[in-house]
């Protein structure tokens, strides 16, 4: 028969061992760091490319220079010193906690040498006005800095390593989009697949941490400020399922095609990026700035301030701008910076919402705009809740609970048609690399 807990012999149990209070207090110590860290990066990477911005309105055409150079020097950083920093850094912790990754392997993946190097580059992408967002790079810094308390906690400790990965790259999404509650779903959805209940406590605490050490650096504020969105009837129920139909197949496609640039399919471009991989990052870089010049700037960059103006009522953005964002943030995944495509996606998706709002009309703008960005999201990564609960919470957007989560589950549906998860699959190709590396040589 189960008995009622003793409370007076449970609290003597929790106070029975100092070491245990010990491994606790170095968790939360490393949470509250890695809070920092996030913060650091976001407050560089806005200065970066505020800087960036400033070259681009005083000489325009320098970025014809600027951007390829700088884009094929941090290729060629980040290949020779660095190598486990390419790329967004969710693929990399979904890596590290793949049961076929050896423990002395993880740290290909997530280390505080890592977290430093993404640090320092993807300030550099900002700097060079990449198509780049900070958010998946946020989940590789914070992880990396969550796993070094392994070696300070006691040798029985319950907090291993996985449990730690898990609370790292959940606080990095935390801490980056000032959205605890998309940490805890990122965290169950696209890293664990489930909480451990030892587990879970360690990776709440984690969330929170970092979600307050965020908070504390620039306010309790939605990301994307407060959409003003009119009562929702039967007229939006049209545009919206084309919205999330429209947004799907997009994101899938985004998908698939990233997938095959990524994983080095049989292509001549590919055996190109092979073969001279800096030279092709320039050549990428260029491409990127002159879609930059073409569009007076508003490609460059993660995209947020044009999806701000989009929400504000204040930007109308062509579908060629969705198109041009969509290659943009394609080519600078492709040439192997470190560098995220969480943000950009959700530019992409919030165009996507734009244009079809401009045919629906002006008072569906921002209900529409605000599903597009989730259906994107969710059809790219494939995760729909979490794409959902982001950008709920980053535009605080709790009276379209029901629609935004109608369309990551469609879009996401749709995209399941067309493409791989991606995440998983460059997750996969990587522990795949990882071990022909170690493999004994003939």
């Known amino acids: 028969m189960n008995q009622e807990p003793d409370f007076l012999q449970n609290l003597r149990a929790e106070f029975s061992s100092w070491r245990l209070w010990l491994d606790r207090a170095i968790v939360l110590g490393y949470a509250i760091a890695a ?8 407050v560089a990477a806005e200065w970066a490319f505020g800087w960036f911005e400033r070259l681009h309105h005083a000489q325009p055409w320098a970025v014809l220079v600027w951007t390829p150079a700088l884009t094929a020097g941090i290729v060629w950083v980040t290949r020779r010193w660095f190598p486990g920093a390419g790329g967004s850094g969710i693929p990399q912790i979904k890596a590290a906690l793949d049961p076929a990754v050896l423990p002395g392997q993880r740290g290909l993946f997530a280390s505080l040498r890592l977290t430093v190097a993404k640090i320092g580059l993807g300030v550099a992408g900002f700097a060079a006005g990449l198509s780049i967002g900070r958010e998946g790079p946020s989940v590789q810094v914070a992880a990396g800095v969550m796993q070094h308390a392994r070696r300070w906690l006691s040798p029985g400790s319950q907090i291993d390593a996985r449990a730690l990965l898990i609370a790292g790259g959940a606080a990095g999404i935390a801490a980056a989009f000032n959205a605890p509650l998309a940490g805890v779903v990122f965290a169950i959805e696209e890293l664990s697949g489930r909480l451990e209940a030892r587990a879970s406590g360690v990776i709440i605490t984690g969330i929170v941490l970092a ?91 993660a995209g947020s301030d044009a999806v701000k103006q989009m929400l504000a009522g204040h930007d109308e953005l062509s579908p060629l701008y969705t198109l041009l964002k969509f290659i943009a943030t394609w ?35 921002p209900a529409l705009i605000a599903m597009g960005m989730t259906g994107f999201l969710a059809a790219v990564t494939q995760a729909p809740l979490t794409a959902f609960i982001i950008v709920m919470e980053m535009v605080d957007g709790h009276s379209m609970v029901l629609s935004l989560m109608a369309t990551a589950m469609l879009a996401s549906l749709v995209s399941r048609m067309l493409s791989r998860p991606l995440y998983a699959t460059l997750a996969e190709h990587m522990v795949a690399a990882a071990a022909r590396a170690d493999a004994p040589k003939a």
């Open 211 to 301: 979600g307050l050490v965020g908070v504390s650096a620039f306010g309790n504020m939605s990301y994307f400020g407060i959409i003003r969105v009119p009562p929702l009837g039967w007229d939006l129920f049209g545009p919206g399922l084309l919205v999330a139909l429209a947004s799907g197949v997009a994101g899938g496609l985004f998908a698939r095609l990233m997938i095959a640039s990524l994983t080095g399919s049989p292509q001549r471009l590919n055996r190109w990026r092979a073969r001279w991989p800096v030279r092709f990052a320039a050549a990428g870089g260029l491409l990127v700035a002159a879609i930059g010049l073409a569009t007076g700037g508003a490609t460059f960059g």
């Open 331 to 365: 080519l600078t995944a492709w040439c192997g910076v470190p560098g995220g495509i969480f943000a950009p996606s959700l530019s992409i998706g919030a165009g996507i919402g734009d244009g079809i709002a401009q045919l629906a009309g002006p008072g569906l703008g």
């Open 35 to 42: 809070g920092l860290f996030v913060v650091g990066f976001t």
